[in-house]
């Protein structure tokens, strides 16, 4: 065999809840190195977000929002005979968390006009909700897989 498996790399805990998902956030929504900015920002968005839908756990509303924005399939483009198909795959668990913090982090970056903390807090309020962006975007991709579930027997 040409290729071993690489090993992934194990996350530490972050300081304030002892959640390893928290530490990946906090690393995500970081830019430049600046990590205590960043989380600053995060774990004021989690205490925002946590007093304005009442939970009393923030580390829980945050697990809760990240579940709602988490697709458990996505599609992926393969050429079989000269054509282009989309087909539908199922999602490993560490991806799917992936995917839903990418996405809450990328559309609270997309709304304007206001700090970093209160974007994030709107984007995590509405995830938690089952609405917003995030969600929208796992539920499209549902969508979609669901439309070429024809094309599934080309998974490899």
Sequence with gaps: MRRHRIDKRVTPPDPRFGSKLVHRFVNMVMVSGKKSIAERIVYGAMD???QKVSATDPLAMFQKAVEN???LVEVKSRRVG???????????QDRGIFLALKGIRAY???RTGKPMKDRLAEELIAAYQGQGSAVKRKEDMHRMAEANQAFSHYRW
């Design 108 to 110: 609270a970056r997309g």
């Design 48 to 50: 925002q977000a946590s």
């Design 82 to 92: 000269g054509a282009t198909y989309q087909v539908p795959i199922e999602v490993r």
């Design 69 to 71: 924005a988490r697709p």
